[in-house]
């Protein structure tokens, strides 16, 4: 399948698990009626607020990958499910920020724990350290589809080019970057980062975001579908919804053809030399 529909769900997360997944669930059905084969939710989307660890889940047997699935199979799409607080039995109190895509038969395609957590100092004075609550991952995951390659990452993750070039390199076509951006940094980078890692990789980059006021900082929003040659083609509006594109791998060969990114690499020499 060389043209599908794709949806990114902006959300406004909160601290009733029930209430965000029932709110997901509708934005789900209104995208696959809506045409999406694939659909991609935000970062932590069926819980922000204190108590993550006690709102970790497995994956895939806890509950909200099991309602997941059942939607991805009703409605025969492929699911980017956003991410999860994911349980880890080596120190259960920091569990996994954890993003997983289902294929249409309900099934684990992958899933990827995020690497780089949140640990910064802002201009304005707000520090947040993600590695005090969640553990990072260790591994990079993407996935062979119908739809092409797709490559996995979360919010801060953005701001590492170097792992999707590798994703690229190893024949990702597509990224889907599920986050929850402050608005302080938002403002600044959201967009600038999302198009960079379109432009540079010459790849199709869902970027579905939080928004609203959370227990740490208030979310951007502004959640975008960005093609190969940096064009925003949807962009949220203001309020939690859903945003749809045509994603057309035929254009990704045609980027790759003219601007030649990737094939013009110099790894011969990309190492520095001691002076």
Same mark, same amino acid.
């Given at each position: 399948?060389?043209?599908?529909?794709?949806?990114?769900?902006?959300?406004?997360?909160?601290?009733?698990?029930?209430?965000?997944?029932?709110?997901?669930?509708?934005?789900?059905?209104?995208?696959?009626?809506?045409?999406?084969?694939?659909?991609?939710?935000?970062?932590?989307?069926?819980?922000?607020?204190?108590?993550?660890?006690?709102?970790?889940?497995?994956?895939?047997?806890?509950?909200?990958?099991?309602?997941?699935?059942?939607?991805?199979?009703?409605?025969?799409?492929?699911?980017?499910?956003?991410?999860?607080?994911?349980?880890?039995?080596?120190?259960?109190?920091?569990?996994?920020?954890?993003?997983?895509?289902?294929?249409?038969?309900?099934?684990?395609?992958?899933?990827?724990?995020?690497?780089?957590?949140?640990?910064?100092?802002?201009?304005? /004075? =707000?520090?947040?350290? %993600?590695? #005090?609550?969640?553990?990072?991952?260790?591994?990079?995951? &993407?996935?062979? *589809?119908?739809?092409?390659?797709?490559?996995?990452?979360?919010?801060?993750?953005?701001?590492?080019?170097?792992?999707?070039?590798?994703?690229?390199?190893?024949?990702?076509?597509?990224?889907?970057?599920?986050?929850?951006?402050?608005?302080?940094?938002?403002?600044?980078?959201?967009?600038?980062?999302?198009?960079?890692?379109?432009?540079?990789?010459?790849?199709?980059?869902?970027?579905?975001?939080?928004?609203?006021?959370?227990?740490?900082?208030?979310?951007?929003?502004?959640?975008?579908?960005?093609?190969?040659?940096?064009?925003?083609?949807?962009?949220?509006?203001?309020?939690? /919804? =859903?945003?749809?594109? %045509?994603? #057309?791998?035929?254009?990704?060969?045609?980027?790759?053809? &003219?601007?030649? *990114?990737?094939?013009?690499?110099?790894?011969?020499?990309?190492?520095?030399?001691?002076?």
């Amino acid at each position: 399948m060389t043209k599908f529909i794709a949806a990114a769900i902006q959300m406004d997360s909160q601290d009733d698990k029930s209430a965000n997944l029932a709110v997901a669930e509708g934005y789900i059905r209104e995208a696959a009626a809506r045409g999406a084969r694939l659909v991609v939710l935000p970062e932590t989307m069926n819980y922000i607020g204190r108590d993550i660890a006690g709102e970790a889940e497995p994956i895939p047997l806890g509950p909200t990958f099991q309602k997941m699935a059942g939607l991805a199979r009703e409605l025969d799409i492929w699911l980017e499910a956003g991410s999860i607080y994911e349980s880890n039995p080596e120190d259960p109190s920091r569990p996994f920020n954890t993003t997983f895509l289902i294929r249409p038969d309900g099934t684990l395609a992958a899933k990827y724990a995020k690497l780089h957590p949140f640990d910064v100092v802002l201009p304005n /004075g =707000v520090t947040s350290r %993600e590695s #005090d609550r969640v553990c990072p991952g260790n591994a990079l995951a &993407s996935a062979d *589809t119908e739809l092409g390659k797709l490559g996995l990452a979360i919010c801060y993750d953005v701001r590492f080019g170097e792992i999707f070039r590798l994703m690229a390199l190893d024949g990702a076509k597509i990224f889907a970057v599920p986050a929850n951006f402050t608005v302080n940094t938002g403002k600044d980078h959201w967009e600038t980062l999302v198009r960079a890692r379109a432009i540079e990789n010459e790849c199709y980059v869902i970027a579905p975001n939080q928004m609203g006021k959370k227990p740490r900082f208030t979310a951007y929003g502004n959640s975008l579908i960005v093609d190969p040659w940096g064009t925003v083609i949807a962009r949220a509006s203001e309020k939690p /919804g =859903v945003i749809t594109a %045509e994603i #057309d791998l035929e254009y990704v060969t045609k980027v790759r053809q &003219s601007t030649f *990114t990737l094939d013009n690499r110099r790894p011969d020499v990309y190492r520095l030399e001691k002076r």
